[in-house]
Each structure stands twice: as C-alpha cells, then as structure tokens.
C-alpha cells in the first residue's frame, strides 16, 4: 500500500494519504474462461462458478485433488469473499484457492487446479486480475502481517490454533508473514514500541484482547505514535479467553473464519480513548468501567473455570444485593437522547462499505495528540459540572459494540464516531427489572429501556466516593482504585474490518 507523508516535498495535498489499492477490473475481459472441452470458470454475480463435467457422479476422490464428494450436479459457486488467491503456472495450469467451508464455524484452504484451453491463454492473466479485483474489492492484497502469538492466551492454545487454522489461510492469501511469540507480561508493549513499521501492513494478535490493548500502547510510547497508529492497522484472532475485538470486526470468534476476515479486512479507523490516572496516560480501545462490570471481570479470577458463566454470576450476585457504587461524574455529552443516537447510528449503517482510508498519514514525528480536556490532575474543564451519583450501580463505557460473544452492550457503537458509548444504570431498581436488563443484553433490547441511561460523550471524570477500595477496568485490565479522566481521539487507531466503518453487531 502506499502513502504520501507530510513530510513529502512532491505530496500532491488533494490526495489522500492512505489509499486503497485502485485496482480496477480489466477491460474487455470475458467473464467466462474455457478451461478444458468439458469445463468452465466464471465469473457470477457473487460467486465463482465453475462448470464442470467432471463433477458428476465424481467419487470422493474427486477432480484436481479436490474432493466433491458424490454428485449430480455439475456446477459449484465459491464466494467471491472465499477466494484467497488465483495464479497461472509456467506449464498453464490455472489455480485457485480458497476458504472451503467445513462447518458454519471452520474454513479451510482447498484449491482447484484446470489446464487452461490453448485458446484462452491470451486473457488468462487478465481473466485471473478480473477474479482478484471481485475477491479482494477495496482490500490490500498480500498484506505484510506481524503475527503476535501469546502461548499462554486463553486455553494456552494459541500456538497450536495459529498453526492448525490461521496460518493455511494466510499462507493460501499469499500474505507476508512474520511471525513472533510473546515471551512474557508486557511483551506486545516492546514489540510494538520498537516495531519498523515500514515493514508491515497489519499485526495480527493470535490472543485475546490482552495483546492489541498492549500493541496500542506500545505505538502510543512511540515518538511517532500518531503514524504508527494510523499506518499499521491491528487486527485480532480469536486465541484468547476475550476475544471482543474479533468479535466486533471479523464478526466471530472462529479462528479460520477470523483469519479469512483479516485477509479480506477493509482498513477502518478507530476511535481510541485516553484515559489519565495519577500521572500516568494510557489508551483504552474497548471499554473502561468502574463498580459491577469490572468486579464481575477482576474480581471473579478463582471462578475461571466457569467461562463466560463466571461473568453472569458475578454480576446475578451483585444485583440481588443491590450493591451501590458511589461515584462523582462530569461528562461532555455529544448525544444524550436516544433517538439522535439511533438517528445517527442508522445514517452511518446506510452508507455502502468503505472503499479507502481517507484519512492524512502523519510525519514521523507525530506523536500522540493533544489532551483537549487536560488530565486528572487538572481543574475540571469550564463548562464540565460534576454530578453526585450516589446510587450509580453500573458504569460503563464502550467504544466496541460487543463486550463478550452474548454481550452487545453497546449496540449503538461506531468505530470513528468519537464518542464512547457511556452506560449508567442506578443500584436501586427492583430486582426484577435488575435480572430484566441483565437478560435483556442477550435478546437486543437493552438499548431502549427507559432505566437504562445511555448517551455518546467524548470525555468524562469519574472520582468514586465512599468506597475503601473497589475495581476499575480499562480495556479488562486493572488500574488504581482512583479518579481518571477518559478522552476519545476520533480515528486515532486502524483496524480491519468487513464493512470498513460498522461493527459486526446487531445495532439500533
Ligand atoms: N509468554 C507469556 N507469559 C506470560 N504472560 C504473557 C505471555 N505473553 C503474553 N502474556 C500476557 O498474557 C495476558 C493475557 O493475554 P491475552 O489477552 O492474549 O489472553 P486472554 O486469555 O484473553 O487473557 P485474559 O482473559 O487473562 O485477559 C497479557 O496481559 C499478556 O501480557
């Protein structure tokens, strides 16, 4: 992919800084190419279809190596989305790869080999450019991936699973790989810190949320922070026991369905959050809470052996004692109603899928930008008022929609509005309509409830009162049990993503 920089004397200003790669499709190109008397390849509306006579009544051995299966049928459409790469090799064979579908949750690499018809061998190549253009549409081909491996995520099957399901299909991509296990607490940090980022196009976190959250952090230690952020988009793979950020992008938690996501992500900018505590600023790119949320995350470790039940009973607990978090909170609203938030959300969801990064590649000098609202430490901003919340039960703000695979906490999320999703629902409801909302996260229907206070803000102070000691959770994390202060900083960060400006989650 390539850039123009700032600092670039022959940059022309009118154009953007990350463009996609203008591939367009070949002139005059046939969709249909003959490859042998009895079979075809074509390019359909959606799909590759290839007819062939070979396919009917085939015996599990199948043509080419592949194995159809018995069948009467003698065409067969493999997506567009599922096509990894095509070629033509010097004796003219014609290949294809791509994902093969084994189950609704597994995809792996197959391949599908013709002799190509003397006759075609002039518009071969064009034919071949013709299918990559349909497969990859605004996606950067051959990305130069870092993948970041943490042995110990989740099951500590991280190594394994990288291994078995998403290398085949970036392999199969013709993706550049390099690839590096974390060695110990921290190790994203360095790795990122010390990156050349040049070099790649992509990190690719086999982990769970841990890792990215400290890649951000490590690009945010960078003297050019700001391009790292913008020119090395982050992506993850399901490898870990939170997998939020897979879940959102990819729109799964299937390590080779993730892995074709990546391959085919649209960059999509991000708006990342950050949050000053003491004297120290950190980013947050999923979510910061204070009180239930975080208890239920830190404080139920033992319980790990539960999985994900470990969270609801947790969180089942807590609202049957109606456990108050007291806390003082001044927030700069963007949205507060409900019906601009989903007015605004619907115009975003109509727009077609991004077709470039429009966004400017900063110099290498560019670090991190500016606080508007200063930091912790600093007076509470003029138009801020501080609000008492002394019955505050749950404080929760979100910049990704889904939280957990059940979880779309923040159905109204987008990833470069510059705003959190900010959650506050009050300790003191009666239990029934506590356990309501509770199951109401699962079914879509949290949004609208009328106890449920939900707004876009852009920065917030929280300072909690009251309490000994308690939780605070920034991006699953522990910090301090102290005030902070949350900023957003609109599209600072890149990722991959389908659509190139929506999450993977049911909205509003
Ligand atoms: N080799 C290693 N040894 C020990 N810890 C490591 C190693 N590599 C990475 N880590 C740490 O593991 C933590 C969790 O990582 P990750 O998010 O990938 O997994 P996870 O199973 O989803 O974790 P969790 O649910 O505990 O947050 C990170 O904080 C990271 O620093």
Not at 257 to 271: H, I
Not at 273 to 290: A, E, N, Y
Not at 325 to 334: G, H, M, Q, R, T
């Amino acid at each position: 992919m390539s850039f123009v920089t700032e600092d670039d004397p022959f940059k022309d200003p009118s154009l953007d800084a990350a463009p996609a790669p203008q591939r367009t499709t070949p002139a005059n190109v046939p969709d249909t190419l003959a490859v042998g008397r009895n079979a075809s390849l074509t390019l359909g509306t959606d799909s590759l279809v290839v007819l062939d006579e070979a396919l009917r009544d085939t015996s599990s051995a199948g043509c080419c190596g592949v194995s159809f299966g018995r069948s009467t049928k003698t065409t067969r459409s493999i997506a567009f989305h599922n096509v990894l790469w095509a070629e033509l090799a010097d004796d003219g064979d014609i290949t294809i790869q791509y994902a093969h579908a084994d189950s609704k949750k597994a995809v792996r690499p197959a391949i599908i080999s013709y002799t190509l018809d003397k006759t075609e061998s002039g518009h071969a190549s064009a034919w071949i450019e013709k299918l990559l253009v349909r497969a990859y549409g605004a996606s950067q081909r051959q990305k130069r991936v870092k993948v970041l491996i943490n042995p110990f995520g989740g099951q500590g099957t991280a190594l394994k699973t990288y291994h078995k399901h998403i290398a085949p299909i970036f392999a199969a991509a013709r993706c550049e790989l390099e690839v590096e296990q974390t060695q110990h607490n921290g190790h994203g940090v360095e790795i990122a810190q010390n990156l050349d980022i040049e070099k790649f196009d992509v990190i690719a976190c086999c982990s769970g949320d841990g890792i990215p959250y400290e890649v951000w952090n490590g690009f945010a230690n960078r003297p050019d922070a700001a391009r790292a952020l913008v020119k090395i988009a982050l992506a993850q793979l399901p490898c870990g026991s939170g997998n939020a950020m897979s879940l959102n992008f990819n729109g799964t938690d299937s390590p080779s369905l993730a892995a074709l996501a990546v391959v085919k992500g649209l960059r999509t900018p991000l708006d990342l959050v950050s949050v000053t505590q003491g004297s120290k600023r950190t980013l947050s790119f999923l979510s910061q809470s204070v009180g239930i949320v975080a208890e239920c995350d830190l404080a139920t470790e033992n319980l790990r052996w539960m999985g994900s039940a470990r969270f609801t009973l947790g969180f089942l607990t807590r609202i049957l004692r109606k456990t108050a978090y007291p806390a003082d909170i001044a927030v700069k609203v963007e949205y507060g109603d409900k019906n601009a938030i989903r007015e605004l959300y619907r115009a975003e969801s109509s727009k077609p899928p991004r077709s470039h990064d429009d966004r400017t590649l900063p110099a290498a000098g560019t670090g991190l930008p500016d606080l508007k609202y200063g930091t912790i430490n600093d007076p509470l901003p003029d138009s801020w008022e501080l609000v008492a919340h002394d019955h505050l039960g749950n404080f929760y703000a979100g910049n990704l929609a889904y939280m957990s695979p059940d979880a779309n906490f923040f159905p109204a999320a987008l990833p470069s509005d510059g705003c959190l999703d900010l959650l506050r629902i009050r300790a003191d409801l009666p239990r029934r309509t506590s356990i309501a909302t509770l199951l109401a996260i699962a079914d879509n229907k949290f949004f609208d409830m009328p106890h449920v206070d939900y707004q876009k803000v852009s920065a917030y102070r929280i300072i909690p009162k009251n309490q000994r000691d308690g939780y605070i959770s920034i991006d699953g994390e522990r910090i301090p049990f102290e005030p902070y202060q949350a900023e957003v900083h609109k599209g600072l960060g890149t990722v991959l993503s389908k659509s190139g400006h929506m999450f993977e989650a049911k909205g509003v």
